[in-house]
């Protein structure tokens, strides 16, 4: 007879909020592809968040589908607890969900700010929090037990335009709160930004021109998916990453050749005088 299998530790546990489609669908996948377990966060994507468990599932068996409005702060509050209740722990949470709504300096108004700031900052925000506490319960019996948060920032922050003020306003928010989140919940969890390049988003474009310009940019998709899938990956995976953003550039594609790296003249050797420290 042979002998019993070792015991296997279960597979890390990750929530992905909006991950019914686009890039939390394809972050979700990434994530399932490399052995985690995923908790698949949707509002109103019921069908599509439904097909990206058994997508997961399939990769990494145990995926559940959690449904929650990320506008509300009950839901929020809720939505940790949940997940924890349904796998017993959780190891990272990715903020990938958002609001995307349209509007410029001629039409913001508090309404629209308040909207995008409580899905787009202040859930990520209560998400870090509720994944801290629920640490600091498990380093009760596991004291080496840390874990990573994410959260989807955007280039835009990088390279302004006038418009999209409300969500670029809770990006803004996301960022900083990013920083902060880094000093106050460390050791016990990490916090990393990444922010991808404009991608499916392309505000200035109407009508024909948004058409030409997604087919366009279909053929791309995959690509720039893949570069912010792996820099989640990498986020989570890498323990020397905390506090920082990772910026995701998807002008440099992996088959286009790059410049050659120039050779550095040698350095001088040091040569200390007394003309160096000022005196002749
Ligand atoms: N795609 C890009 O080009 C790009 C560029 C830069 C940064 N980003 C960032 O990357 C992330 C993903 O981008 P994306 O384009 O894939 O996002 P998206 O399609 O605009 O939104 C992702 C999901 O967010 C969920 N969501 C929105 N409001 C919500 C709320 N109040 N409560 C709960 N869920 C809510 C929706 O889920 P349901 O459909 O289930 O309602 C939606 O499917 C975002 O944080 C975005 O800011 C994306």
């Known amino acids: 007879m042979s002998a019993p299998l070792a015991q296997t530790s279960p597979p890390s546990t990750v929530l992905v909020t909006g991950a019914a489609k686009r890039l939390g669908r394809a972050i979700a996948l990434k994530l399932a592809a490399n052995g985690w377990r995923v908790a698949v966060h949707y509002r109103d994507s019921v069908?599509?968040?439904?097909?990206?468990?058994?997508?997961?599932?399939?990769?990494?068996?145990?995926?559940?589908?959690?449904?929650?409005?990320l506008g509300n702060e009950t839901a929020v509050r809720n939505l940790l607890p949940a997940v924890i209740e349904a796998f017993g722990q959780v190891d990272a949470v990715v903020n990938c969900a958002s609001t995307f709504e349209h509007d410029t300096a001629a039409t913001f108004s508090f309404a629209a700010m308040e909207k995008h700031m409580?899905?787009?900052?202040?859930?990520?925000?209560?998400?870090?929090?509720?994944?801290?506490?629920?640490?600091?319960?498990?380093?009760?019996?596991?004291?080496?037990?840390?874990?990573?948060?994410?959260?989807?920032?955007?280039?835009?922050?990088?390279?302004?335009?006038?418009?999209?003020?409300?969500?670029?306003?809770?990006?803004?928010?996301?960022?900083?709160?990013?920083?902060?989140?880094?000093?106050?919940?460390?050791?016990?969890?990490?916090?990393?930004?990444?922010?991808?390049?404009?991608?499916?988003?392309?505000?200035?474009?109407?009508?024909?021109?948004?058409?030409?310009?997604?087919?366009?940019?279909?053929?791309?998709?995959?690509?720039?998916?893949?570069?912010?899938t792996d820099a989640v990956l990498l986020a989570l995976l890498d323990a020397s990453i905390h506090g920082t953003t990772l910026l995701v550039d998807e002008e440099l594609p992996k088959d286009k050749p790059q410049p050659p790296v120039p050779e550095l003249e040698p350095l001088a050797p040091f040569v200390p005088t007394a003309r160096r420290h000022g005196r002749r």
């Open 47 to 69: 069908e599509e968040a439904r097909q990206t468990v058994a997508d997961c599932s399939r990769l990494t068996p145990g995926a559940q589908a959690f449904r929650a409005n």
């Open 118 to 228: 409580r899905s787009n900052a202040g859930a990520a925000i209560l998400i870090s929090q509720a994944l801290h506490t629920h640490m600091a319960e498990r380093c009760k019996a596991q004291p080496d037990a840390s874990a990573v948060v994410v959260n989807l920032l955007d280039q835009k922050l990088w390279n302004q335009t006038p418009d999209f003020v409300s969500y670029t306003l809770s990006k803004a928010a996301l960022d900083a709160a990013n920083s902060m989140l880094a000093l106050a919940l460390s050791p016990l969890v990490r916090v990393v930004g990444v922010a991808p390049v404009m991608g499916q988003h392309q505000p200035l474009l109407m009508g024909e021109k948004l058409e030409e310009h997604r087919a366009a940019l279909a053929a791309r998709l995959q690509a720039t998916d893949l570069d912010t």
